[in-house]
């Protein structure tokens, strides 16, 4: 079994950043793929993007590249979401998720955080 747990989300203004965290626990050496979706109120869970573990390969969502980036820290089996100037269409709680297997945006992820809120005011 895997334990994923998101944190760093919070309150910030336009145009800030913010920093998620998601540690993985228990047999993360079975992991391949490692990804961020959100989910606004009222919406359905969308892709953020998405990191593979070896030889890391990202993929990002159309709606954030060039402001949000996806990075890996081997050691720490942690995974990091960058997010700079951040709008008010950001507001959502940010899930992490993880897969055994090779997964793009699709979100049938088999593992899934808890989530983390993040607000962004106008």
């Known amino acids: 079994q895997v334990q994923l747990v998101e944190s760093g989300g919070g309150l910030v203004q336009a145009g800030g950043s913010l920093r998620l965290s998601c540690a993985a626990s228990g047999r993360t050496s079975d992991l391949y793929t490692r990804a961020w979706f959100r989910q606004a109120p009222g919406k359905e869970r969308e892709f953020v993007a998405r990191i593979t573990w070896s030889s890391p390969n990202i993929y990002t969502a159309d709606a954030v590249k060039g402001r949000f980036t996806i990075s890996r820290d081997i050691p720490k089996n942690t995974v990091y979401l960058q997010m700079n100037s951040l709008k008010p269409e950001d507001t959502a709680v940010y899930y992490c998720?993880?897969?055994?297997?090779?997964?793009?945006?699709?979100?049938?992820?088999?593992?899934w955080g808890q989530g983390t809120l993040v607000t962004v005011s106008s």
């Open positions: 998720a993880a897969d055994p297997s090779s997964k793009w945006d699709s979100i049938d992820y088999r593992y």
